[in-house]
DNA sequence: GTAGGGTTAG
């Protein structure tokens, strides 16, 4: 396509396609601005406005066809591409540059562009090299460049060490600088460290803008401390950015992370301007603690005639699935198919998570079936479904196609797969795959994975190799290893070893109520029915009434939410009905119930 | 005519 076609294809005006003769010079047939700007000037424009419009093969065809490039549209070419997000096409166009424009001098503009595209590749050899260019090219004081090479260490590097050689280099910094450091630690994981450097940009009296403002928030979040959240939400008042959606949102995420539910929802009621981003953060913020508010809030957006993204459903999805409430997630489903971003990988992700945790597999695996691309998350919802509904074989079939696939398993993997295994009895497969994650993979076991290997025995009542495997454990057991255990001697009545397992995980984690039912229950067995009666006195004095357990049912295309000893509303009758339905499919499948609980329970009069 | 840092999902 020549430009003329492509200028006349996104109808350009024709006053510019005119003057796009790359041999006419100034034609005086035409008015200012158009005569006033030369052809090169005008194409530049054109790329710039093309990258803008995502159209990357215009640009491109726009730019061959320019006789002489200067250093401005080589310029404008790296930066467009990286701006579309496409890094490797960007750097391959600095490479160009630097090797067939022999008349051109990269330029400040040039390097901090190219040191995005290194960025975006997390490429620290690429960010290196452009770095030695830069100081050959005399680009040191530039403080363009100089920040753009912090983002780059503080991306590419396990460290923030060059990000911080970089910044102490620099004389004189402007807030980008300051920003650029705090983001780097904060997003690489270090939230006291992003927290230190914007104390000291307020002791230096740099002043702070809105972007410092949201990194500084974004720190105190992946801390979880709503203490210096709350400093900085009032510092943010004080300096007028409460104006400032994306600080807002910051802040709303920042009392959402840190379970301030209340105060998010002050937070949300309180700002004037909202974006979708808004909507997002408050939806998701709610979706784990509270998922029955993250739908309403959904509801609430769509009455309002805001438009969902894929950010949205991702988590009204997952809250369905943690409500289990496929008659609310089938609809949605439908909603996300009508927009054409059923392929998106994160929506498609929760969905298989929502029907494995709404009891349909089979639609689970018909979603991740037809996945184009599938990454490990993909892998790890189905193996967790299979699990789940102990389909052991198939997920440690599906394990071994991941393999193949070339997907290399981490950590949660192996718990997903070792926790089918337990579920599903096969404790031998188990033991194998512990074994290989270390000697296969390089993967090292945390708590979790012993926790899911105590299970995997413990179930099987090789309650003995269990408690050997804690003695042997590389550190100390935390209470979900203690935990397991304990269910396992719960499970075969293994009074002294149960009694043990409970002070563990007491010591480690005391005033949970679950601990103590699980004590009642050993001492019923073991006959103590006086220190059994104890246990549930102190269970009782636990459960904070504020926080009671809530369980759902949906009967008739309606919800019926109600706690333990709920007895009030009209709906009680319909739980009562699907409690007879599961008694009688309970008796079909021929269950027997542990009765111990149940005479203590008469006993006890509760 | 070209360049920078911040907020949402898994």
């Known amino acids: 396509m020549t430009t003329r076609k492509v200028a006349q294809y996104h109808q350009i005006p024709q006053t510019i396609i005119n003057s796009l003769h790359w041999q006419q010079n100034s034609p005086t047939h035409l008015n200012p601005p158009f005569v006033a700007k030369p052809p090169s000037i005008l194409a530049t424009d054109l790329i710039k406005s093309y990258f803008q419009k995502g159209l990357v093969k215009e640009a491109r065809v726009l730019f061959d066809e320019m006789p002489e490039r200067d250093v401005v549209a080589w310029s404008s070419m790296i930066s467009g591409y990286?701006?579309?997000?496409?890094?490797r096409?960007?750097?391959?166009?600095?490479?160009?540059?630097?090797?067939?424009?022999?008349?051109?001098?990269?330029?400040?503009?040039?390097?901090?562009?190219?040191?995005?595209?290194?960025?975006g590749m997390r490429s620290l050899s690429c960010g290196a090299l452009t770095h030695g260019l830069a100081l050959k090219h005399s680009m040191h004081g530039s403080l363009y460049v100089d920040n753009?090479?912090?983002?780059?260490?503080?991306?590419?590097?396990?460290?923030?060490?060059?990000?911080?050689?970089?910044?102490?280099?620099?004389?004189v910094k402007n807030a980008v600088s300051w920003t650029t450091l705090i983001a780097g630690y904060t997003h690489q994981g270090d939230g006291h460290g992003g927290l230190r450097v914007f104390r000291q940009m307020l002791l230096e009296e740099a002043e702070p803008n809105p972007f410092s403002f949201s990194i500084?928030?974004?720190?105190?979040?992946?801390?979880?401390?709503?203490?210096?959240?709350?400093?900085?939400?009032?510092?943010?008042?004080?300096?007028?950015?409460?104006?400032?959606?994306?600080?807002?949102?910051?802040?709303?995420?920042?009392?959402?992370?840190?379970?301030?539910l209340s105060e998010a929802d002050r937070c949300f009621h309180g700002m004037p301007e909202r974006d979708i981003i808004t909507w997002n953060t408050l939806i998701a913020g709610h979706e784990k603690s509270d998922p029955c508010?993250?739908?309403?809030?959904?509801?609430?957006?769509?009455?309002?005639?805001?438009?969902?993204n894929c950010f949205t459903f991702t988590s009204v999805i997952a809250a369905v699935a943690n409500m289990a409430v496929l008659s609310f997630g089938e609809p949605v489903h439908g909603k996300i198919l009508r927009r054409g971003i059923g392929n998106d990988l994160a929506v498609a992700n929760a969905l298989i998570d929502m029907y494995a945790k709404c009891g349909s597999i089979v639609n689970s695996f018909k979603i991740f079936n037809v996945m184009c691309d599938k990454n490990i998350v993909s892998w790890t919802s189905m193996l967790i479904g299979y699990g789940s509904h102990g389909y052991g074989k198939e997920a440690v079939k599906m394990f071994d196609q991941m393999l193949h696939s070339g997907i290399r398993p981490d950590r949660i993997v192996f718990v997903a797969v070792l926790n089918a295994c337990s579920h599903a009895g096969l404790v031998d497969e188990g033991l194998r795959y512990f074994k290989s994650m270390v000697s296969d993979y390089n993967v090292m076991p945390d708590q979790d994975v012993y926790g899911c290997v105590v299970d995997l025995l413990g179930r099987a009542g090789r309650v003995k190799?269990?408690?050997?495997?804690?003695?042997?454990?590389?550190?100390?057991?935390?209470?979900?290893?203690?935990?397991?255990?304990?269910?396992?001697?719960?499970?075969?009545?293994l009074a002294e070893l149960g009694k043990l397992a409970a002070s563990k995980v007491l010591d480690l984690r005391p005033k949970v109520a679950g601990t103590y039912m699980m004590l009642s229950y050993i001492y019923a067995f073991d006959g103590k029915w006086g220190d059994s009666a104890k246990m549930r006195k102190l269970?009782?004095?636990?459960?904070?009434?504020?926080?009671?357990?809530?369980?759902?049912?949906?009967?008739?295309?309606?919800?019926?939410?109600?706690?333990?000893?709920?007895?009030?509303?009209?709906?009680?009758?319909?739980?009562y009905e699907v409690v007879d339905t599961m008694s009688l499919h309970m008796k079909e499948v021929e269950y027997t119930t542990d009765l111990h609980c149940l005479i203590h329970d008469l006993e006890d009069g509760t």
Not at 159 to 166: K, T, Y
Request: a negative charge; aromatic letters at 10%.
């Open 82 to 87: 990286a701006s579309c997000n496409l890094y």
């Open 89 to 119: 096409r960007a750097w391959t166009t600095f490479c160009e540059m630097m090797r067939d424009g022999v008349n051109v001098q990269p330029n400040e503009f040039t390097f901090s562009s190219a040191l995005k595209a290194c960025k």
């Open 148 to 171: 753009a090479l912090m983002d780059m260490y503080a991306t590419c590097c396990d460290g923030m060490d060059d990000a911080c050689l970089v910044f102490e280099e620099i004389t």
């Open 216 to 260: 500084a928030v974004r720190a105190c979040a992946s801390i979880g401390s709503h203490i210096y959240g709350k400093q900085i939400h009032a510092a943010v008042v004080k300096h007028g950015f409460e104006s400032s959606i994306p600080v807002m949102n910051s802040i709303l995420d920042m009392y959402c992370s840190c379970s301030h």
């Open 293 to 308: 508010k993250s739908l309403n809030h959904y509801s609430l957006m769509e009455s309002e005639g805001i438009t969902p």
């Open 465 to 493: 190799e269990a408690y050997e495997l804690i003695e042997t454990m590389p550190f100390m057991p935390d209470e979900s290893v203690w935990g397991a255990f304990l269910g396992a001697c719960k499970a075969h009545k």
């Open 539 to 575: 269970m009782r004095r636990m459960v904070n009434k504020k926080e009671a357990g809530r369980s759902w049912i949906e009967a008739r295309n309606q919800i019926y939410s109600f706690v333990a000893g709920d007895r009030l509303g009209s709906h009680v009758e319909w739980v």
